[in-house]
């Protein structure tokens, strides 16, 4: 795939026929993003939530897998490596995932990924449907000063509950944004949210390395 080194742009595709338009905004990116399958959008929502992914673009570009041409769900850049991104549609996907016989010409290496991943998420990928609105309309009005206040007064673990009572004196869609910022960015962490729905109980706690 062309252009691999770089943050490539997503390649333009007619909408197929009676499918759903899905659309969204990505603050990892800073526009928007769509897609024309539920899928690709769940898939989507685990990259721009994992601290761990710096950056993505969708439709990358088009790569050959066991002799067939088709166009890559994403590009992702971690700390370190790249990869694209193939969701698992049909039973040629999976034996192309099960042994990819990748062209030589691909300069990344694929990951396919199945649909049992994302609905081993789905809890997850619930609440961030939840929690990324206050990201979205917060852009631009989060102080750092309550971030890094925050972030302190997540040294022990605490529940969204006591949070809120803390920083009372602040407007709680600002607090909730500001939390949610800091779990977007890895700066604070929750392992209940993978198994159990956002609640005033959930509890955060900040990251070690913030520490």
Wanted: with cysteine.
């Amino acid at each position: 795939m062309a252009n691999s080194l770089h943050i490539p742009l997503p390649v333009a595709v007619a909408r197929p026929r009676g499918a759903h338009r899905f659309e969204a905004f990505s603050p990892k990116l800073a526009r928007r993003v769509m897609f024309y399958r539920r899928p690709l959008l769940d898939q989507w929502l685990l990259l721009e939530t994992n601290p761990k992914v710096i950056a993505f673009c969708e439709r990358p570009g088009y790569v050959v897998v066991n002799g067939s041409r088709r166009l890559a769900d994403f590009w992702v850049r971690y700390f370190g490596h790249q990869e694209l991104v193939i969701l698992i549609y049909s039973e040629l996907d999976i034996l192309s995932a099960a042994s990819p016989r990748v062209c030589e010409d691909n300069e990344l290496p694929i990951r396919f990924f199945a649909p049992a991943e994302l609905a081993a998420a789905r809890v997850w990928l619930d609440n961030w449907q939840q929690m990324l609105p206050y990201l979205v309309t917060s852009i631009g009005l989060v102080p750092l000063k309550l971030a890094a206040t925050i972030v302190h007064f997540l040294k022990q673990a605490k529940r969204l509950l006591d949070i809120e009572r803390e920083f009372s004196s602040t407007d709680p869609a600002l607090v909730r944004a500001t939390l949610f910022g800091l779990l977007h960015d890895g700066r604070v962490s929750s392992c209940e949210l993978q198994t159990q729905p956002l609640s005033l109980l959930t509890p955060f706690v900040a990251a070690e390395e913030t520490l």
